[in-house]
């Protein structure tokens, strides 16, 4: 059964922020927090059924990254995994290759090795497109290259990088390999052996499974250090007690993920993404984040578009839709208290007034026609409201 995202006649298009969990997901978590409560380290008979169905969970995984199942580990999502990767895997003195496209869960760990951790760090920036040239990476690598981290699918552009070239590279090179794969798991296959890395985070969240569950990739033989330390869960990579309930969500999601995948259900999406595209750009003032030199856009999820509208503030345009029953997201972050320009689009080489004029639309795997036709009309009524009230407009902003 599909979720009722528009029961209150909302239209949801913020996919990228966090998705709604499918009634499959709820159905299979509901025994695992009263009936089916054990400890899964417990030896008894309630730990062993809450064992048995992480088990169940970590082969489902094992199918949707295709690993092993020993290279399965649980934690509390891609904030965690990402942190997980850089920490455990990189030590004083080694160099450390990311993007500056990356996300904060990943930007922020690089920060701190490179800060106090006495790694030195290379952020390669992305073409004007979005995309990261493998070449790029390739002329960062040193002799002292231990881990090149770089995202799959870009969560406010929805850009896909040329992760396989990029494996291969790290292969050359005997560096180690992290995907921050968060935005682009359930919406493309994953196959971990065929991309060559060593590390791949997911989040359950982001594809229809509940908040704070997520899985990292271990490739076998990789010298990770975990980050959790205490007893011996995980195969000693990650301490703390399963979140039985979180795993077998996330376990249900990935299963309805492959599925998903298997039906070409992001074919429909991609095609009502590409509607929604092309009706706004026929605005005037708009363009599209994440194009190629030839006006085209690059290979993205097939889910997410991000566009700018000239003489509009990017947070505002976000509330009016809000107002009028769209959830959307800007393309700005709020960092104590003060409104950023994203970085992401910043890096791309647009000025901060575009990128604040920036706005993601991310489409649920379940949002109709209907939905797209809604945002069709509210968005040109919302911009043109706020371009007769905008200072940037009427040229009085200093
Ligand atoms: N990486 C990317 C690309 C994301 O989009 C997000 C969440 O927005 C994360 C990591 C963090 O994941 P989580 O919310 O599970 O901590």
Known sequence: MLPETRGTNRVYMDANATTPLLAEVVEAMRPYWMETFGNASSIHLDGQRARTAVDQAREILAEFFHCHEAEVVFNSGGTEGDNTAIFGMVRPGDHLITTSIEHSAVLQAARRVGGVGGVDVTYVDPEPSGLIDPEAIRAALRPQTRLISVMLANNETGVLQPVEEIGRIAAEAGAFFHIDAVQAAGKI?????????????????????????????????????????????????????????????????????????????????????????????????????????????????????????????????????DLKGVAVSGGSACHSGATEPSHVLLAMGLDKTRARASLRFSLLKTTSDADVDRVLQVVPEAVSQLRTLSPIAAGTLG
Request: with cysteine; glycine share 14%.
């Open 189 to 321: 296959p994953l196959d971990v052996r065929r991309i060559g890395c060593h590390l791949l985070s997911i989040s359950a969240h982001k594809m229809h499974g509940p908040k704070g569950v997520g899985a990292l990739f271990v490739r076998r033989g990789t010298p990770l250090e975990s980050l959790l330390v205490g007893g011996s869960h995980e195969r000693r990579r990650r301490a703390g007690t399963e979140n039985v309930p979180g795993i077998v969500g996330l376990g249900k999601a990935a299963e309805l993920a492959m599925k998903s995948l298997e039906d070409g259900v992001w074919d429909r999406v991609a095609a009502l993404r590409d509607r929604l595209e092309t009706g706004l750009l026929r605005l005037y003032g708009t363009g599209l984040n994440g194009a190629g030199s030839d006006g085209k856009p690059v290979t993205r999820a097939a889910n997410t578009t991000n566009l700018w509208f000239d003489q509009v503030e990017g947070e505002a345009l976000v509330i009016a839709l």
